[in-house]
């Protein structure tokens, strides 16, 4: 079991992650992997929380994997809020990180 | 066109002021996400997969260039540099920060513009032939009756919680280019034996999980009921329509549970009652708003034709641009032309801020100031004189808008599909991006003729695809992409659902499908001229899975 915290930050609108370092991140990269129940459990009271603070909307828990060592997550929809438009590759993160490796 | 009166500056103004304070409170965290998502949504806030996303109305697609030029600053300053003409006639902006949103709002404003009713259960944006006021086989110019209709909807306090989203197209000519019978009311105007206008009064169409063509509950209703009837039909719904189940909350369903007659009954009955109400339109009301839609004054300009003819010669990119995209006014010595959103291998639909400025310039110099937004995600410059066709064309070669595939079958309609939609189960745009290069040969295209693709990502259908001729449906299985593809589908005045022609493919085989598809209608048509439409009428799906799956399919 492997998952992480996403949302959309509420002033933009843009796809955050929940980082290690219990900031909202821009790139997926550093995202806080959950490993067993009781941190997915926290993931989601973090979500709760952050919500109620007014920051991010749209919370959600979702499954990732890990891929040469980097975050994978499993749906395509996931992958392209970690990217940006397939098609347009200087939209998005991808373009704002050149290094972003989520797909 | 259509200006604002006091009135609608006031109350568009008011809403800008209402929506800023409402945005303020939300980002100070004085009110919740809860409370503030359907106000955001009531100005055509969304929120999507990487941004919010703002969808502005552009009344019955008509538009004028300090309209577009608008569009395009806000697309420059506030977006991303490029905005993206929608199937109902609107544009959406895929990345402004809802911060900025007020902004935008005060800046559509202030050019009669608001994104008011693009979203929720409400009347959406009436939509309308995109060729209204020009087209040489119009009978009247829909449009006026569309803005009696935007009127009378708008922020109605009766229509403000219907059961579900209600979205009504006109059209005034018998080719029905609006898509009237997959609407929730389509009303076709037109003239009966003593030559007074009115309309037929289709209800119940719709796309979606459950698509359905519209029935014609009158065959005509003089212009004078507009309001008296739609309103009855609004209250029937109203009263009966299912809210217990979003899937089953649209008029089409309860039109078709009622029952056709029955359903034509209650209508009629609750007409009774308003007919001779205040509803019933005063002609004087009637023909002051038309005389805002009163038709540009065209000069003859004769000298066009022998100067065309020769230009064609010359010039055969220009020749297929007119064959394909300019078609006949009301005026013979102007054309209507089609601006192709869908250059090859393109994203259909999207216009940066240096393409719509130049459209408005255009607009401006050689089309009497107007601009119209197609359903089928193209621009249109409604009145251009048949002498000024080359000025035009060379304008938009420039700006890679001179695409000549009007109708055919790189002339795609997709929605944005799961690269930008938080509802989508699968990605539309690369796949009309492929199909697009696949079959990129002018030459080819010209062959196949008359082709519409059109494609959803999911089964909310705003890509159309149950009307397409080909139309494909991504959908989600086990987490991959799979596309299924339907055929037979028509959105005119033979409407037609397209019905699945198998299982679905993945995304690197569904164009090769397609062109399967094609190669097997090119096989059997009797003639060039037997459309793929026609001929798909002629023989049925049976030729086409034997081709898509092999004989074998027939048992399964």
Redesign the interface.
Known sequence: MMKVLTANRLTDGIAVWLGANGRWLERIDHALIARHREAVDALEQAGQSAFHDNLIVDVAVIDVDEVDGEIYPIRLRERIRAKGPTFRTDLGKQAEFQQASAA | MYRYDEFDHDFVGQRVAQYRDQVER??S?EI??DAFKPLRLMNGVY??????MLRVAIPYGTLNSTQMRRLARIARDYD?GYGHFTTRQNIQFN?????DTPAILEELAEVEMHAIQTSGNCIRNVSADHFSGAAADEVADPRPYAEILRQWSSNHPEYSFLPRKFKIAVTGAERDRAAIQVHDIGLHLKRNEAGELGFAVYVGGGQGRTPMIARKIRDFLPEADLLSYTTAIMRVYNLNGRRDNKYKARIKILVHETGEAEFARQVEAEWDKLKASELKLPDADLRAIAAYFAPPELQDRAEGWAGLAARKKDDEGFASWVRQNVTPHKHPDYGVVTISLKPIGG?PGDATDVQMEAIADLAERYSHDEIRVSHEQNLVLPHVALADLEKVYHALLEQDLATANAGLITDIIACPG???C?L?NA?S??VA?EISNRFASAQRQQEIGALKIKISGCINACGHHHVGHIGLLGV?KK???LYQITLGGSGDENTSIGQIVGRGFEPEKVTDAVETIVDTYLGLRESAEETFIDAYRRVGPEPFKEALYGKTSRAA
Not at chain 2, 47 to 52: F, G, I, M, V
Not at chain 2, 95 to 99: A, H, I, M, R
């Open positions: 939300r980002l965290g919740t996400e929120l999507q997969l990487h941004a919010y991303k990345w402004p920060k809802l911060s994203v799961l690269d930008y938080a989508a990605r745009i690369p991006q989600e987490g991959a992409e």
